[in-house]
DNA sequence: ATACAATCATATAAAATCACTAGGAAAGTA
DNA sequence: TACTTTCCTAGTGATTTTATATGATTGTAT
């Protein structure tokens, strides 16, 4: 029941992102520095991202990544399907088309939908910008 | 994010005995039968379940095993976590000892801890007598 | 006492997933 | 042209998953 490195890595790369949300391109080798991940591995992270249209790109120098859209359009639901695929916590659940040949007699089938909208609707939820928010408020602790 | 087959068998184990909860030992030979999961498989499955005290078992001739409680004092969130460990979406909610060096300045453990209490208290909120009763009023509407 | 039935313990292994590392091509900027 | 940055693909060691297989131990019924 873990989510993996991969998730949770796309999740602070696109809150890095959020919290230098200037306009401006973010290399990804300041990204890295930051969040102490290595860039090699952050470019298969980013990849999907981009691909999926979550983040725009420009290479070259000066180039790098920059958010697609405003932060609070991103849930964090969303970021996480982009690498993690389905969020569902069994398989049976994934696809219309049910694999299972046990489905129509299925005594727990029920608990694990109900598990399966829980979890969705609360990663659905919470937005990039409730992260940032939050994480400007921390930070203002210390200013006061 | 996916249960492993063993927490989900577990669940279909406990499920079985609660449905044949008639204080009888039931032989795991008639449990793998009925779920089509071999003998030797659910073995190694209902091993941590008896040691975590969930079931009684007795060896030899017309032995078996048996639910130790109600169906009602069973969550399967209680179950799930005999074979799966903490539920826990990241590893750096497992512990009271917090090893990510990030922990303090982290903007998304927050989120985290939130994903964390919906999926507890969801699993939880739901017992083997739930799901028992469910199960047979699915079966009584054929009957009707 | 003996045979039988079931739990209990341990070893093995294929397959898949995870978490990276690495090399280089392509494209844009100064 | 030199440099920077994204983009693409492949490989790799470690771990986990999902079992299978063999046999020992224990208890019940006849």
Redesign the interface.
Known sequence: ???STK??YA??IM?DLA?HNSGDLVPLKDIAKRQ?ITLKYMEQIISPLSKAGFVQSLRGSAGGYRLARNPSEYT?GSILRVL?GP?????CLETDVNECP?VDSC??I??WN??NK??NE??DS?TLED??N??TA?QSDYVI
Chains 1, 2 share one sequence.
Not at 87 to 91: D, E
């Open positions: 029941m873990k989510v998730g949770r999740l602070r809150l919290m102490g964090v993690e969020l569902a916590p069994t398989a046990r005594p727990t029920s608990f109900g598990l829980v979890i609360y990663v919470v992260l940032v939050e994480e921390i």
